[in-house]
């Protein structure tokens, strides 16, 4: 199984698209994790980390819900949605991370995923340089997020639940993501979560803090 909790590390574009999209059920709420929980044991699950994770940056487009692109450990990260399973699953592709200062020609190609226009009049740009960007474009904004994750799996399927404060605010989420969507499908529904919207974290922020 992936580990999900591997140290953070830069990876080019063109490296990024060897990398195999999974697919992505999840959900966020008040009071999702209790019953999770309860239902972990009858699924048979196979405990995994806890980890309070470094603090994020997510930066969030009026445009957009498909470009996901936060910055963790000094790298700007961005996977952008390439398709949804038959059971509505959204899938996304890991597009690069990168390391600051940095480039403007990959900067350039996360804007356009942002589905932004900025002029772009240095040859690289530092994370504070970065913030001040996205905090003067009307249809950019940043949210801070913090995670305390608890990963396990049902059936090989990763899974995890954690709680989670954008901005400060404390919301909970439950995830289910993997390659073999059958068995995505299995565990979601094992787990109770099969009634419950899918919202990717790009919707949720937006919610949350009203963007």
């Known amino acids: 199984m992936t580990d999900t909790y591997a140290k953070n590390t830069a990876i080019s574009a063109k490296d990024a698209e060897k990398l195999t999209p999974r697919a992505e059920f999840r959900v966020f709420g008040q009071g999702i994790i209790e019953p999770l929980k309860a239902k972990m044991w009858d699924a048979k699950a196979t405990l995994y980390k806890v980890r309070v994770m470094p603090k994020e940056t997510y930066i969030l487009s009026k445009k957009t819900d498909e470009a ?26 890991p597009r690069g991370k990168f390391q600051f200062p940095v480039k403007k020609e990959e900067l350039a190609t996360i804007l356009s995923h942002l589905m932004v226009e900025i002029e772009l009049t240095q040859d690289e740009y530092t994370f504070d340089e970065f913030c001040a960007m996205v905090t003067a474009h009307s249809d950019l904004t940043l949210v801070g997020v913090e995670k305390k994750r608890y990963g396990f799996s049902v059936n090989g399927i990763i899974c995890e639940f954690a709680y989670v404060w954008m901005n400060g605010a404390q919301v909970e989420t439950a995830c289910c993501e993997s390659e073999d969507y059958a068995g995505m499908q299995s565990a979601v529904e094992a787990l109770g979560l099969a009634g419950m919207p899918n919202v990717n974290y790009l919707k949720a922020a937006k919610k949350v803090v009203g963007f």
């Not at 996901?68 to 399973?85: A, M, Q, Y």
């Open 68 to 93: 996901n692109v936060k910055v963790r450990d000094g790298l700007l990260d961005i996977k952008t949605k390439v398709g949804e399973t038959d059971q509505g699953y959204e899938i996304f592709q």
